[in-house]
Nanobody, 113 residues
């Protein structure tokens, strides 16, 4: 299983970014859970959003209404992030949970005030 995250960058507060996670070795539509986490220096990794195999989505309270996780037919998961805030600055990771947990490398999102 390989997960390749991309799409991070520098954006001003109020702006938008879309992160992508390309998966290989796993079908994102049948995987028990696909998700996004984020981490800032000195803090634990924080759950941002998940999509279950039956399509149920859940979000951290801090991103509800601003972030949208989706699964796409090219076996890619995306995270549309709108109305970004400086506190959204973090390294974002995608994860696939199927038996074990598989992590992609992180992609850095920096939101300037």
């Amino acid at each position: 299983v390989q997960l390749q995250a991309s799409g991070g960058g520098l954006v001003q507060a109020g702006g938008s970014l879309m992160l992508s996670c390309a998966a290989s070795g796993v079908n994102i539509f049948t995987t028990k859970t696909m998700g996004w986490y984020r981490q800032t220096p000195g803090k634990q990794r924080e759950l941002v959003a998940t999509i279950s195999a039956n399509g149920i989505k859940s979000y951290a309270e801090s991103v509800k209404g601003r972030f949208t996780a989706s699964r796409n037919t090219n076996n890619t998961m995306t995270l549309q992030m709108n109305s970004l805030k400086p506190e959204d600055t973090a390294v974002y990771y995608c994860i696939a949970t199927k038996g074990g947990s598989y992590w992609g490398q992180g992609t850095l999102v920096t939101v300037s005030s």
